[in-house]
């Protein structure tokens, strides 16, 4: 699917192009959150609307995953809110955090397979786990799932036979077993070869929208989210930097974008680690 | 210099006090562990076949170490108390001396201690790499708590199978100990059992060493599977937390065993 | 590895090590040695139990023949009120002797039963009035000194 007619293609469903608040399937509003005393993030506002692809991009370690674990309810907001569906993921009782994450599928960064299982059982686990269905019918459903990503002959295979690529499809397989409305991509792309990275950018898009499910992407890969998202905020540092649609983005000025997705070593990502003058530190030695 | 002397004496202090009140603190956390545990169990118990499944993992792929050491370590007693009794010409009492020492301490702490090596490790590096590449992450975002799906099961396995690891320890130990005395040795067989039977009751001197290797079963299952759930999510990490795993335990087997021998067997004539 | 496989496998592990507790009990212990047969409770009182314990053996000419089931002071006359389970098989007559011995000078303490000439028999729960209580080492000292000092002094 060419690039552009993506693009085109939800300026229909979105004349305006911009997100509409009360379509939203993901809230966070000014959301901060620390380990101990590291700030994470500080006042993080986004929003996901539902049946669409939003991107969140940053270089490693700018806090990225920690808004996904947010959402899942895995760790809770230092400060803000995090609303799914209108519901403040922290304030749930666990049964009712437990209710609200059979909706969604994960897709985690190197998949996460459980290694004791074949890729059929991995996949018949959160079917297993969650409904009572007979064997037949989670067979069934299982290939049906196999087949959507493109491996139905590797039901049989353990994970530890799966290429990095196929072990992904798996994965994303298994996020989708129970037809969820939210699916949360960490780092789909990392480490993938450019054909097994093209599929996985493919999938993401055709299951988003065959099933009508919403899609967060973590990722820090510029060109395949472009191709595929809706829109996209970057975070640096632990703060939105920029935000946009895709088009959006290719013609944005912003330094930071810029430096982003051109792929420049220096900008307002620094190449330097914070350090003390140079010619001081070498003088240092002198005295 | 006094003053120097007392800032070091503070340090010390202040190092032991931080010691002592870690270890209450880690005592507490694992009693909350053990308490999740047991609050999932139900469940974990709803699918018997994955408790069955670890009880392969830690009982059955346990069993070759089990039964040779035990084998050997009956060898070397009956060797050994053969060479004390002749002293009294006490030859005969043969039997008593192998089977109480293993029956009562040797079946349930040796076993326990290579149970934590062979069992106990592999539990941790287990969980610890579940927890590495994500899948305890993964089962949590799917609903499923890992202490009901992943820890409850290998900790019941554990209790199942340590006594009768212990037994099988002991009961080869005891055959071993035939071997060497009546085989080898030429000690009467008739006196050798007939003794033993004579000296060594059902009731306390086996039971407290099924007790004993129940205690040792759970606290070994419980220091793998939290050394594992809280293991680094790295490669240094999950190897540290297997090294952890085998000395802490193995600590604790022994600790355990003075504690529960001072507790079982002192009041016993009365 | 299929669930069938680890299932059996499983199975033939616990059967063993059940097993092996079995063997432990009957074969090492002796479980069901005594607790089996049929048998009855006779009595005895004691000045000095000596170092009887529970489960001790009791014997009559060296056979064993029963077992001490529980030991306890008798708060009135401060004596020691030993209950023994003896065999069924074994019948002793009602003016039987019991006495607390010790095998060799070290070894384990036990009840002796000398059967006397009563053509009556001890029944459940019966009283064996004629007892003799362990001999203290020490007492048999002191008493064997006295008597020394005691002659020595009448020699004089």
Redesign the interface.
């Known amino acids: 699917m060419p690039v552009a007619a993506t693009a085109d293609s939800h300026a229909t469903l979105s004349p305006t192009r911009r997100l509409d608040p009360a379509a939203a399937a993901i809230e966070l509003k000014d959301v901060s959150f620390a380990y101990d005393t590291r700030l994470i993030l500080r006042g993080i506002t986004m929003t996901v609307p539902r049946g669409k692809i939003v991107a969140i991009m940053g270089a490693s370690g700018s806090g990225k995953t920690t808004i996904l674990r947010l959402i899942g309810g895995q760790l809770r907001p230092k400060k803000g809110k995090v609303l799914v569906g209108g519901q403040s993921v922290a304030d749930l009782e666990p049964d009712a955090l437990y209710a609200l994450r059979r909706k969604f599928g994960m897709l985690f960064q190197f998949g996460a397979l459980f290694t004791d299982m074949t890729v059929f059982e991995n996949i018949a686990f959160p079917m297993r786990e969650h409904t009572d269905l007979p064997e037949s019918m989670i067979r069934d459903l299982v290939l049906m799932k196999l087949n959507a990503v493109g491996l139905r002959g590797a039901a049989q295979l353990m994970p530890s036979e799966l290429s990095g690529g196929m072990g992904r499809r798996v994965a994303l397989a298994r996020a989708i077993a129970l037809d969820p409305m939210l699916v949360m991509y960490d780092e789909p792309f990392a480490g993938l070869d450019p054909i097994s990275l093209a599929i996985v950018g493919q999938l993401i898009r055709r299951l988003n929208d065959a099933l009508g499910i919403t899609s967060i992407v973590v990722t820090h890969d510029v060109y395949e989210s472009l191709k595929m998202v809706d829109y996209l905020y970057f975070v640096s540092e632990g703060k939105i930097v920029a935000s946009g649609t895709p088009a959006e983005v290719r013609a944005s000025s912003d330094p930071f974008v810029r430096q982003f997705v051109d792929g420049q070593p220096d900008g307002p990502v620094r190449f330097h680690y914070p350090a003390p003058p140079y010619h001081r530190a070498l003088l240092a030695n002198v005295e | 210099m006094s003053s120097e002397a007392t800032g070091d004496l503070v340090l010390v202090l202040r190092r032991l006090g931080g010691t002592v009140t870690g270890g209450v603190a880690r005592l507490g956390y694992m009693a909350r562990f053990l308490g999740a545990i047991l609050w999932y169990t139900p469940m974990a118990l709803r699918r018997l076949?994955l408790t069955?499944?670890e009880?392969?993992f830690s009982?059955?792929l346990s069993?070759v170490i089990i039964l040779m050491s035990g084998l050997f370590v009956g060898m070397v007693l009956s060797l050994q108390g053969y060479e004390v009794l002749r002293r009294y010409s006490a030859q005969e009492q043969l039997g008593i001396v192998v089977?109480l020492s293993l029956?009562k301490e040797l079946g349930p702490v040796i076993g326990g201690l290579l149970f934590a090596s062979r069992a106990g490790s592999a539990i941790t590096a287990e969980i610890g790499?579940?927890k590495a590449?994500?899948?305890l992450?993964?089962m949590?975002?799917?609903?499923?708590?890992p202490i009901a799906?992943v820890v409850a099961p290998r900790f019941w396995a554990g209790v199942?199978?340590m006594?009768?690891?212990a037994?099988?320890f002991?009961?080869?130990g005891?055959f071993g100990g035939y071997l060497i005395g009546v085989r080898v040795i030429g000690i009467d067989a008739g006196a050798f059992?007939g003794q033993?039977?004579?000296g060594?009751?059902?009731?306390p001197?086996?039971t407290n060493?099924?007790i004993k290797s129940i205690v040792f079963g759970a606290a070994v299952s419980l220091i793998a599977v939290i050394e594992g759930y809280d293991a680094k999510p790295t490669a240094e990490g999950v190897s540290s937390a297997t090294t952890r795993t085998v000395v802490v335990s193995s600590l604790a087997i022994l600790a355990l065993d003075f504690v529960l021998t001072v507790f079982m067997f002192r009041g016993?004539?009365? | 590895m299929n669930r069938a496989a680890i299932d059996l496998w499983v199975g033939v592990f616990v059967a063993i090590g059940l097993g092996a507790i079995l063997f432990l009990a009957l074969k090492v212990g002796n479980l069901l040695t005594l607790d089996r047969t049929p048998s009855y409770r006779v009595e005895a009182n004691f000045d000095n139990i000596g170092g009887l314990k529970l489960r001790s053996p009791v014997k009559a000419a060296g056979v064993v023949v029963g077992r001490v089931e529980s030991i306890r002071l008798d708060p009135k006359t401060y004596a020691a009120v030993v209950t023994m389970r003896l065999d069924r098989d074994y019948e002793f007559s009602k003016d039987t002797i019991a006495s607390i011995n010790t095998s060799g000078l070290l070894g384990e303490v036990y009840v002796g039963l000398d059967a006397g000439g009563d053509t009556a028999m001890l029944k459940d729960g019966d009283h064996i009035g004629k007892t003799q209580s362990a001999v203290v080492i020490e007492k048999l000292i002191s008493q064997f000194l006295f008597d020394k000092a005691a002659q020595g002094g009448a020699g004089k």
């Open positions: 076949h069955v499944r009880i392969y009982g059955v069993l089977a029956v790499l579940m590449t994500e899948q992450s993964a949590e975002m799917m609903a499923v708590d799906r199942i199978s006594p009768l690891l037994a099988l002991s009961a080869f005891i059992w033993m039977q004579a060594v009751n059902f009731w001197d086996i060493g099924i016993v004539g009365l």
